[in-house]
């Protein structure tokens, strides 16, 4: 394969064969090299149970659209090789047995930080459920209300829920050509609740971004019981 910038093609190769057969939960391909000529700006990649096969789904992102792409775990392989080699940057993979934060260097080479497993399981039923950016079940949504003790959106926090959603999906846009190996600081003035501020942490945390996140409210109460159960 002729790849459009530098890069160890027989690296990146190995890295994306463990990749796709190690196990995956889910793995985030963003930002871009110099001279990168793709225009995609995200990458999410996850496997995936349609009827009786088993795929690699590609969630691809341009900054307008998405494109969903399901193929086999050898044309995924490629896949992978193919965007990094048209200039994307970073990864941040997941599998069961651990986690991967993967950056390609100026000059092409492959530099893997491991770290151990953050998640357990991959759920790959492609219908079981809709799947959100921050799932129900994420603990700040109880502490905050928006979810039940069972981990499902109360029926009156459904807009608020939705709210959620699409705000870390414009937070995904501004921070797509961040270096995850680069600490990222968020102050939020005028917090109110903390709900937004939450979900930034807990999405950008989820996504292998370290991050440091500060919310600011002259309402002292509120922000008391936010500290003390958050």
Known sequence: ???????????????????????????TIRGHRPGATTSLQRVRIRPVSIGDADVIQFEEFDGTNTQVVNVD????????????????KTAFIRTTTGDIQVTISRRGKVQQVRHAASRK?????????????????????????????????????????????????????????????????????GCGSGVLTLAAHHHLMASGVNVHTIGIDLKGKLMAQRNSTV
């Open 121 to 189: 399981v991959s759920t790959t039923q492609h219908d079981r459920q809709k799947r959100h950016l921050i799932a129900e079940s994420a603990p700040f949504l109880r502490h905050v209300g928006i979810s039940t003790d069972n981990g499902t959106v109360r029926p009156n926090a459904r807009d608020k829920f939705r709210q959620v959603q699409q705000f870390v999906g414009i937070l995904d846009h501004l921070v797509a050509d961040h270096d995850h190996a680069t600490p990222l600081r968020i102050v939020d003035l």
């Open 73 to 88: 775990i050898e044309a995924a392989t490629e896949r992978i090789v193919h965007l990094f080699g048209s200039g994307m």
């Open 1 to 27: 394969m002729t790849t459009d910038v530098p890069i160890d093609t027989d690296e990146v190769r190995s890295l994306a064969t463990t990749v796709v057969q190690d196990r995956l939960i889910d793995a």
